[in-house]
């Protein structure tokens, strides 16, 4: 047997969507079998890997920034290896190595290599890998996940949307999907392990297509797997979600009656200038047929408030069309270009001060909406999976409903995965709080 005190050491630090977390773990998987041992401890590592985000600058600063600390507080640490991976490491490439002095730089499609990379850094050599690929799914390697009950699962990577803001599809390359099969028997070893929920996950789930089968053949498919597993996705592209997969999903009681629909804009001219590829009407007829078919569906969405030429009146059309869903949440940034992307040659003629502003009238919209909707469900029951002690106290748990809504009550005997009715009588627009009626099973 290898001896645990001997193997070496890698800490990582993931930064931005859900695909990283994803993706952070399909490294730990690699790392782990070429004999690295994953720390939560940065003071042990001996390999420190920042996984990183592209999307807005903000998020490249921040990971700027704590580079440079690192180095800093590392600097007696002669042998130790600093990498980046993930979007950045694609986007500012051999410059890293440049401004940072970091070892490996890796881009998405590279992880195989990073044990190679690794090892001629550890012997003093910088290496890079960022070669983007039209076929790596990382489809066979085990994902080295920690405990829990809630399991991510990437089904597929890449976008082919090009949307004119997102710097994704030049960072994370083209669109492809693993295999049903593959995804499945991913599942079913979750599910023998004790995972009660898992997220598939893919930057537009609903192109997922392995040649035979489409996301909505994906989802029963994963669905069937165990009927007391609920499963959710991430993220839907309008333009993709077809009448089957809302048919689907309003079939199995186990696919989570949520979905994250980003609308980015309520204004025609500025969706067709960010190549959304879909009217404000279409996006509303959409909504109209997943309430109607799927009942108590949640939605939330993404919003970008001073896109280019965005006026005063199309940001009242965003407000409006916020209104009109009435969307259970919402992630809401401020336009960011990013060089590269169609868009960064439009300009970015919004002043700093309306951006701010928008954003704000959009984020105090979305709190009264949340807190209307949320209001809606006080004197209501609903099914509640426990996922630990609540973030304020320990004498409070914290789970969430189908519906993904976080709901905080007294802890009883219950545990992380148990299923709970929770009679719901106070609720902020963040969270709901009640006391638990009965445990399920
Ligand atoms: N500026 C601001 N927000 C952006 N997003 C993507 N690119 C940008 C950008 N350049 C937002 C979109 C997307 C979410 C993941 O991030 O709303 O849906
Ligand atoms: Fe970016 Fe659009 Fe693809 Fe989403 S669908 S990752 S916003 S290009």
């Known amino acids: 047997m290898e001896d645990e005190e001997n193997r070496m050491k890698v800490y990582i630090e993931t930064y931005g969507c859900q695909m990283n977390l994803a993706d952070t773990e399909i490294v730990l998987g690699i790392m782990n079998k070429s004999g690295y041992s994953p720390t939560p401890t940065i003071d042990d590592a001996d390999v420190i890997l920042l996984n990183t985000c592209s999307v807005r600058e903000h998020a490249e600063e921040k990971i700027h920034q704590r580079l440079g600390v690192i180095k800093k507080q590392m600097s007696d640490k002669p042998d130790l290896v600093v990498g980046v991976l993930g979007c950045m490491a694609e986007r500012l490439r051999s410059s890293l190595i440049d401004r940072h002095k970091v070892d490996i730089v890796v881009g998405p499609d590279e992880y195989r290599k990073l044990p190679e990379l690794l090892e001629g850094a550890l012997a003093g050599s910088q290496g890079i890998g960022v070669r983007l690929s039209r076929t790596e799914t990382y489809d066979d390697i085990a994902p080295f996940r920690t405990e829990g009950v809630s399991a991510w699962i990437s089904v597929m990577r890449g976008c082919d949307k090009f949307c004119t803001f997102?710097?994704?599809?030049?960072?994370?390359?083209?669109?492809?999907?693993?295999?049903?099969?593959?995804?499945?028997?991913?599942?079913?070893?979750?599910?023998?392990?004790?995972?009660?929920?898992?997220?598939?996950?893919?930057?537009?789930?609903?192109?997922?297509?392995?040649?035979?089968?489409?996301?909505?053949?994906?989802?029963?498919?994963?669905?069937?797997?165990?009927?007391?597993?609920?499963?959710?996705?991430?993220?839907?592209?309008?333009?993709?979600?077809?009448?089957?997969?809302?048919?689907?999903?309003?079939?199995?009681?186990?696919?989570?009656?949520?979905?994250?629909?980003?609308?980015?804009?309520?204004?025609?001219?500025?969706?067709?200038?960010?190549?959304?590829?879909?009217?404000?009407?279409?996006?509303?007829?959409?909504?109209?047929?997943?309430?109607?078919?799927?009942?108590?569906?949640?939605?939330?969405?993404?919003?970008?408030?001073?896109?280019?030429?965005?006026?005063?009146?199309?940001?009242?059309?965003?407000?409006?069309?916020?209104?009109?869903?009435?969307?259970?949440?919402?992630?809401?940034?401020?336009?960011?270009?990013?060089?590269?992307?169609?868009?960064?040659?439009?300009?970015?003629?919004?002043?700093?001060?309306?951006?701010?502003?928008?954003?704000?009238?959009?984020?105090?919209?979305q709190q009264k909406i949340s807190y209307e909707v949320n209001q809606s469900m006080v004197g209501k029951t609903c099914e509640v999976m426990v996922d630990g002690p609540s973030r304020k106290s320990d004498l409070q748990l914290s789970g969430r409903t189908d519906t993904n809504k976080t709901v905080v009550f007294p802890t009883g005997t219950l545990k992380q995965g148990d299923v709970v009715r929770v009679n719901i009588n106070r609720v902020s627009s963040a969270t709901l709080f009640g006391d638990p009626v009965y445990k399920l099973d």
């Open 166 to 365: 997102c710097i994704v599809p030049f960072t994370r390359g083209r669109e492809r999907s693993r295999t049903l099969a593959s995804v499945v028997s991913e599942v079913e070893q979750l599910v023998v392990q004790g995972f009660r929920e898992v997220t598939l996950l893919g930057q537009n789930v609903n192109s997922y297509g392995d040649g035979g089968n489409d996301f909505a053949d994906l989802l029963s498919a994963v669905a069937r797997v165990d009927s007391r597993l609920r499963v959710r996705f991430t993220t839907s592209h309008p333009q993709d979600l077809s009448d089957k997969l809302i048919e689907t999903i309003a079939t199995y009681d186990n696919l989570c009656k949520y979905i994250h629909l980003p609308v980015q804009s309520g204004s025609d001219h500025i969706l067709e200038a960010m190549n959304r590829t879909y009217t404000r009407g279409h996006y509303l007829a959409l909504v109209d047929r997943i309430k109607s078919q799927i009942p108590g569906v949640a939605l939330s969405t993404d919003i970008i408030a001073g896109f280019p030429t965005e006026t005063e009146e199309d940001h009242r059309e965003t407000l409006s069309l916020m209104e009109e869903v009435g969307y259970d949440g919402a992630y809401m940034f401020k336009y960011s270009p990013r060089e590269g992307t169609p868009a960064f040659r439009l300009g970015d003629d919004v002043p700093e001060e309306v951006k701010t502003r928008r954003l704000n009238e959009i984020i105090s919209l």
